[in-house]
Each structure stands twice: as C-alpha cells, then as structure tokens.
C-alpha cells in the first residue's frame, strides 16, 4: 500500500514535459534532489507558480549569462512541494530537484516570464535515487572549513536528517562558491564527475572534499 501511494509521488521519465516555464535565477544552483526555498514577489513569476500550479508542479531553475536574456544553456527541473500565499500577496514555495535539462529554445509568454523548449535524455539518470556510499562526516568538515574562510557556517544538524543523494546536492547548493562554479557543478555528467569537480573548486580554496575513492554505490 505504501509503495502505490509513494508512486503518486514519483516523476517517471514519461512524465517529464517537453516545454516548461522557466525562472531565471543568478548565483543559485538547484541538483536532483535537493531542496530550494524561493520567495516569490514579481507579478510575472507569481503568475508563472500559479499557471505551474494547474498544470505538473514543474518549472525550470536556470542561470541567466547575462542582462540581454541568455541563459546558460543547462539548468534543472524542479517540482513545488509545497507553497504559501503570504497576507503581503507573496508566494514561497518549496522546490525539490527532478532533472537537468538542456535548453534547446525560448519564448516570452504574453504574462512575461519565459517558456522554454527542453532536452532530459542526457540527463534521464538523475531520476534514479541510488545512494552514494560517501564519509559524510569528512565530507562535512572539509565543506565547514571552506565556509569558515568565507566567514560562514553550516548548520550540521540540519545535514544530519539528510540522506547521502541529498546531501551532495545540499552542500553543493549551499556553498558560495562563484556563478561559473556552480554551473559547472550543475553539468557535470553524473555523480563521480561532479565530486570531481567540487574536488577541483575547493582545490583552487586550499581545501579538499571527498575523494571519488571514497564513493561507490550501495
């Protein structure tokens, strides 16, 4: 019984549309599984959460190139997992990564926000909720030391409840790291490629993240 309900739940490949509104947002980064709180202000994006709303819960979280409307050309796919209409007349959901997409091709709605053509054939494994077999504790103290030199911190606590998928996409989605690093990121093929490339990013700061040594899956 439970298996069936959790299946409601669930985006199957077929379920992936081809056309999706998309949100352009500088410096933020969005990976399968990860969780995004936005707030949502502007009349045209609040009428795009509102259209998403009636249709599959899914928008497309993309960096803009620019301030002449390019965009990188991947980005990922996110479903509303929740939302509230606040007394101000604001939206704050709640995302939840699906899939990267590439962007084929965009157009501006008549509400004003952009509708884009997207491609997730490349990307189809990000679907699958295998767990990575990682040292959590390693990996979290190597991500407080980079945060330490950028006068931040970390809530561990929080890390805690998450699993070992979520938490590579948390981590990685919490950092500061630059526009161009997290964009890398984001592109990287799979998982061993993208622990990979947050190796090289933290590198170039002096400090080490988990090794792909230490990842294999369960």
Do not use: W
């Amino acid at each position: 019984m439970e298996e069936n309900i959790k299946k409601l739940f669930e985006i199957t490949p077929s379920e992936i549309p081809e056309t999706l509104p998309l949100f352009p947002l500088e410096n933020v980064l969005l990976l399968p599984f990860g969780k995004l709180p936005l707030n949502i202000f502007e009349k045209r994006y609040i009428e795009m959460v509102l259209d998403s709303l009636k249709k599959n819960r899914l928008i497309g979280i993309i960096q803009p190139k620019n301030n002449q409307n390019e965009f990188f050309m991947v980005g990922c796919i996110g479903k509303i997992t929740s939302y509230i209409e606040t007394p101000d007349y604001r939206i704050v959901i709640n995302l939840e990564g699906v899939c990267r997409f590439i962007l084929q091709e965009k157009h501006l709605t008549h509400k004003g926000y952009y509708q884009g053509v997207v491609e997730t054939k490349e990307y189809i494994e990000d679907l699958n909720p295998m767990e990575p077999n990682i040292d959590r504790k390693s990996l979290i103290n190597k991500y407080s030391n980079f945060f330490k030199m950028k006068k931040l911190e970390i809530d561990k606590n929080v890390l805690s409840e998450t699993s070992n998928l979520q938490l590579l996409s948390t981590l990685a989605m919490l950092a500061p790291f630059s526009k161009i690093d997290k964009q890398a990121i984001l592109e990287s093929n799979n998982l061993l490629n993208r622990i990979d490339t947050i190796n090289s990013i933290l590198d170039l700061n002096t400090f080490h993240v988990v090794g792909s040594e230490n990842f294999s899956k369960h």
